[in-house]
């Protein structure tokens, strides 16, 4: 099967620093796949070239055969490769059910389904993003929250809420930076399963993250950058003994986070 994600000889540098030099690697659809690596490798970098948060300098990226490098994010998002940002994003004002709601597939379409729709079918598709919504908030926990304000979630709830939210626009893959950051462990792992149940169903993860027990336990793959490129892939418990592994960043983080 081709890969879902294909990317070549990717270069991005900021003044003198090159962030990503001649990065390339692709990722396998219906897996997660861990990017880690030292701090400064250029992971966040890759992450905003392939969202369309940045554009290359040289290179290729392929996301479903389509040739999206240099794309705005916008447009890279409507074919269903979307990003998570290192602090959530939710309305604050709005309750829980109604941040899902707002992140359904079609939002920008709804208007006119508004205007061409019988009352009869549009509460037909309202009750089947309530429903997918229900079963979202349900693998992430937050079910008993659903009619709270997101403004009065704590910080590791509030980025459950953002996943989930992603989860509900149905996207094709999902690029994901450090979402464990401000997590404490249960809900941290809360974070795991719900991924691994949507993945379950048929979507892509990439995820950025140091938690090695967690990038372990979720990831069935992983790429290892370093100074701009990949430097390694496959299991992180082969990548264990490897030895150029050990010596860019396996050697820094102790065993257990
Ligand atoms: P990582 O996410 O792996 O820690 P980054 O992609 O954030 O690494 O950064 C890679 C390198 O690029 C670092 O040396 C960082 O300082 C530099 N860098 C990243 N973004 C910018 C920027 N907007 N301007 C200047 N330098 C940047
Ligand atoms: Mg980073």
Same mark, same amino acid.
Request: net charge positive.
């Given at each position: 099967?081709?890969?879902? *994600?294909?990317?070549?000889?990717?270069?991005?540098?900021?003044?003198?620093?090159?962030?990503?030099?001649?990065?390339?690697?692709?990722?396998?659809?219906?897996?997660?796949?861990?990017?880690?690596?030292?701090? /400064?490798? /250029?992971?966040?970098?890759?992450?905003?070239?392939?969202?369309?948060?940045?554009?290359?300098?040289?290179?290729?990226?392929?996301?479903?055969?389509?040739?999206?490098?240099?794309?705005?994010?916008?447009?890279?998002?409507?074919?269903?490769?979307?990003?998570?940002? &290192?602090?959530?994003?939710?309305?604050? /004002?709005?309750?829980?059910?109604?941040?899902? *709601? *707002?992140?359904?597939?079609?939002?920008?379409?709804?208007?006119?389904?508004?205007?061409?729709?019988?009352?009869?079918?549009?509460?037909?598709? =309202?009750?089947?993003?309530?429903? &997918?919504?229900?079963?979202?908030?349900?693998?992430?926990?937050?079910?008993?929250?659903?009619?709270?304000?997101?403004?009065?979630?704590?910080?590791?709830?509030?980025?459950?809420? =953002?996943?989930?939210?992603?989860?509900?626009?149905?996207?094709?893959?999902?690029?994901?930076?450090?979402?464990?950051?401000?997590?404490?462990?249960?809900?941290?792992?809360?974070?795991?399963?719900?991924?691994?149940?949507?993945?379950?169903?048929?979507?892509?993860? *990439?995820?950025?993250?140091?938690?090695?027990?967690?990038?372990? &336990?979720?990831?069935?793959?992983?790429?290892?950058?370093?100074?701009?490129?990949?430097?390694?892939?496959?299991?992180?418990?082969?990548?264990?003994?490897?030895?150029?592994?050990?010596?860019?960043?396996?050697? &820094?983080?102790?065993?257990?986070?």
């Amino acid at each position: 099967m081709p890969a879902l *994600l294909d990317v070549r000889h990717l270069w991005k540098s900021f003044g003198g620093v090159h962030a990503v030099r001649d990065c390339s690697f692709d990722v396998e659809a219906g897996r997660i796949t861990g990017l880690i690596g030292p701090n /400064g490798a /250029g992971k966040s970098t890759a992450i905003d070239l392939i969202s369309g948060f940045l554009k290359p300098d040289a290179g290729v990226i392929r996301f479903a055969g389509l040739d999206v490098g240099g794309r705005p994010a916008h447009r890279v998002a409507r074919l269903g490769l979307v990003r998570t940002f &290192q602090s959530p994003r939710v309305w604050a /004002g709005l309750t829980v059910m109604e941040n899902m *709601l *707002l992140a359904a597939p079609e939002g920008g379409r709804e208007e006119v389904w508004r205007a061409v729709c019988t009352p009869a079918r549009l509460r037909e598709s =309202e009750d089947a993003d309530r429903v &997918q919504a229900r079963a979202i908030l349900g693998e992430f926990g937050l079910l008993p929250l659903k009619n709270d304000p997101a403004g009065n979630l704590s910080g590791g709830q509030k980025r459950l809420l =953002e996943i989930a939210r992603i989860f509900q626009a149905r996207p094709r893959m999902v690029l994901m930076d450090e979402p464990l950051t401000g997590v404490n462990p249960v809900l941290g792992g809360r974070i795991g399963e719900g991924i691994k149940t949507l993945v379950a169903a048929g979507m892509t993860v *990439l995820m950025v993250e140091h938690n090695l027990p967690f990038v372990e &336990q979720v990831c069935g793959t992983v790429i290892v950058m370093a100074l701009g490129r990949p430097i390694a892939h496959g299991p992180l418990a082969a990548l264990r003994s490897d030895p150029a592994v050990v010596d860019a960043y396996l050697g &820094q983080v102790p065993a257990r986070v």
